[in-house]
C-alpha cells in the first residue's frame, strides 16, 4: 500500500506523495488547488482554472464550498450542482483523477474547525470517488515535527474566510486543546484590500486604474501571490501591467501593504495574547508555528515578534499534507484497523536529547554548524536547500557524494537553515542516518553530528567557521 497525505485548505488543497517524498502537481503545474469554483454550460469549472477567472465572472464565482460544507440548497442554483458538497465532491474528484496514480491509500490532514458532520460528508464523497480515506488528522498536529519543551506552542493558520489559531498541549502526546477562528480575519479580505491599494497606486502614479476592466483586475489577482513572496525577501520590486498596447510601472513598496493591514495585524496579536493569558502561560516562551499561507503575509512576521518572549517557526508549503506521511504507524498502532477516525493528537517524544537541543537552541552564545564538512571541502548551509545525493548539480545548489547509485539516492537528502536550527529532511529509499540512528523523515543538527548515507560508508560532519573577531 502507498500512502498520499492531503492537506485540505480552501485557499489550495496539496498532496504529498511519491517516492521520495514530495508534494505532487494537482492542477496544471501548481501544486495547490485553491477552492473555486464558476459553473460554465457544459461543466463546472474547478480549482485553479476557475481562480484565473473569478474576477472575470464576479457574479458566478462559488468560494465558499470548503468553509461551508454542507447540503443545503445553494441560493444561487445551477445546473451542475445544488448543494455546497456537490461543488466540494467536483473538486475533490478534480484533484484525486491526478494524483492517485501515486497511491492507494490517504490520511487527510483538516482544519479544526470542520465539525464530525462535515467530516462525515467528506468521506461519503471519498467512497462515492473510491478514495480508498483511512482517516483524518488535525492539520496543526500533522504539521507539528519538532518539540519544543518548557515553551508554550500555537499553530496560526489563515483560509480564504478565516483566521485559526491552535493551542497544541505538549506531553507524551501532541494534543489540539483549544482551536479558535476569527471569520472578520481572511485571505480573500486581504488580498481584496491590498489589490485595491495596488490599483490606488497606480492610479496614483500613471492615472491608470487596472480596477476599471475585468481583465486587468484579475490579472492583478493572479500575479498578487507572486508579488507575497517577493516581499518575503526584499522591501519593493518594480510592478508592470500592460493594457492593450499601453505598459504600466509603478515601484511596490512592502510597507505600502503593511500599512493597509496593520490594524488586522494587531488584532491577530491580542488574540494571541489573550490565548496566553487563558491557559496561563505568559510566562512562558511562546513558539508561534506558522503556514505558508501566514508567512507570506507582508509585514505579519515583524508584528508578530513584537510580542514578548515570543519566536516564529515558519513551516514548509504542505506542512500538513508531508507531515500526514510520517503519521501513518502510530497512528496504524491505534485505531485506523476500526474504519477512518479523526485524531486530535499524535504521540510525541521529548526524550532528554531533544530537550537538551531546544536548550542550546534558546542560547545566544552556542556556536551552531554553519557548514557541511565532505572530502576536506566545506560547503555552506543557507536558507536554500543543499541537496546532498549521487547525481550532478549546480555549482553551489549541492553535494555530489562519491558512491554507488544503489548505495544513495540521486536526491538522498537536503539541509538547510531554518531560523537558528539546520534541518536535514530524508529523501533517500535507503535511509539516512545521524550519529548512526535512522532518522524519520527529518532531524535537526547539531555541530560535531555525522550524516551518513544509506548503506555506504560516506559521511559528513557539522562543523562551524568563525569570523575573524570570534577567534
Excluded at 109 to 120: C, D, T
Excluded at 238 to 254: P, W
Amino acid at each position: 500500500m502507498t500512502l498520499l497525505g492531503l492537506e485540505l485548505a480552501d485557499s489550495g488543497i496539496l498532496v504529498a506523495g511519491d517516492n521520495p517524498i514530495r508534494l505532487l502537481t494537482v492542477d496544471g503545474q501548481e501544486q495547490e488547488s485553491p477552492g473555486f469554483a464558476i459553473p460554465e454550460k457544459e461543466r463546472l469549472l474547478v480549482g485553479k482554472p476557475a481562480s484565473d477567472k473569478a474576477h472575470l465572472f464576479p457574479l458566478q464565482v462559488i468560494n465558499r464550498f470548503w468553509d461551508q460544507l454542507n447540503t443545503e440548497p445553494l441560493k444561487q442554483k445551477n445546473r451542475h450542482a445544488q448543494n455546497h458538497a456537490e461543488i466540494a465532491y467536483t473538486h475533490l474528484f478534480h484533484v484525486w483523477e491526478i494524483v492517485k496514480q501515486y497511491g492507494d491509500e490517504m490520511i487527510i490532514a483538516v482544519p479544526n474547525f470542520y465539525s464530525k458532520e462535515q467530516l462525515g460528508l467528506i468521506l461519503g464523497m471519498a467512497k462515492e470517488l473510491s478514495i480508498p480515506v483511512k482517516g483524518f488528522v488535525s492539520l496543526p498536529i500533522a504539521a507539528s515535527y519538532h518539540a519544543y519543551p518548557n515553551a508554550m506552542l500555537l499553530h496560526l493558520d489563515i483560509h480564504l474566510h478565516r483566521f485559526e489559531i491552535t493551542y497544541l498541549h505538549q506531553g507524551e502526546y501532541l494534543t489540539a486543546k483549544n482551536s479558535v477562528t476569527f471569520e472578520e480575519i481572511s485571505l480573500e479580505q486581504l488580498y481584496r484590500s491590498w489589490v485595491e491599494t495596488i490599483a490606488e497606486e497606480f492610479v496614483h502614479a500613471t492615472r491608470f486604474d487596472p480596477l476599471h476592466q475585468a481583465a486587468t483586475e484579475q490579472e492583478l489577482y493572479n500575479r498578487l501571490a507572486s508579488a507575497l513572496d517577493i516581499f518575503k525577501n526584499q522591501p519593493s520590486f518594480l510592478f508592470e501591467l500592460s493594457h492593450g498596447k499601453n505598459s504600466y510601472r509603478i515601484t511596490l513598496l512592502r510597507d505600502v501593504l503593511f500599512q493597509k493591514s496593520e490594524k488586522i495585524y494587531d488584532e491577530i496579536c491580542r488574540f494571541i495574547e489573550k490565548m496566553r493569558d487563558d491557559h496561563g502561560k505568559n510566562n512562558l516562551l511562546t513558539v508561534l508555528q506558522t503556514t505558508h499561507r501566514v508567512a507570506c503575509l507582508p509585514g505579519l512576521k515583524d508584528k508578530l515578534l513584537e510580542i514578548e518572549n515570543c519566536k516564529i517557526i515558519e513551516l514548509e508549503p504542505g506542512a500538513g499534507a508531508l507531515g500526514v506521511l510520517k503519521l501513518r504507524d502510530p497512528l496504524t498502532d491505534r485505531h485506523f484497523k476500526n474504519g477512518a477516525s479523526f485524531f486530535t493528537s499524535r504521540p510525541w517524544q521529548q526524550t532528554e536529547s531533544t530537550t537538551s537541543r531546544a536548550i542550546s537552541y534558546q542560547t545566544s552564545h552556542t556556536i551552531n554548524p554553519s557548514h557541511l564538512l565532505y572530502r576536506d571541502v566545506a560547503y555552506p548551509v543557507s536558507e536554500k536547500p543543499l541537496i546532498i545525493g549521487c547525481d550532478h548539480y549546480p555549482f553551489g545548489k549541492g553535494i555530489r557524494v562519491e558512491a554507488k547509485s544503489s548505495d544513495v539516492s540521486k536526491k538522498h537528502c537536503t539541509v538547510q537553515r531554518e531560523d537558528n536550527r539546520i534541518v536535514l529532511t530524508d529523501f533517500s529509499s535507503q535511509g539516512t542516518f545521524v550519529d548512526n540512528r535512522q532518522i524519520n523523515g527529518s532531524a535537526i543538527l547539531e555541530l560535531g553530528q555525522i550524516v551518513r548515507l544509506g548503506t555506504s560508508r560516506e559521511t559528513i560532519r557539522l562543523i562551524a567557521c568563525l569570523e575573524a573577531d570570534e577567534t
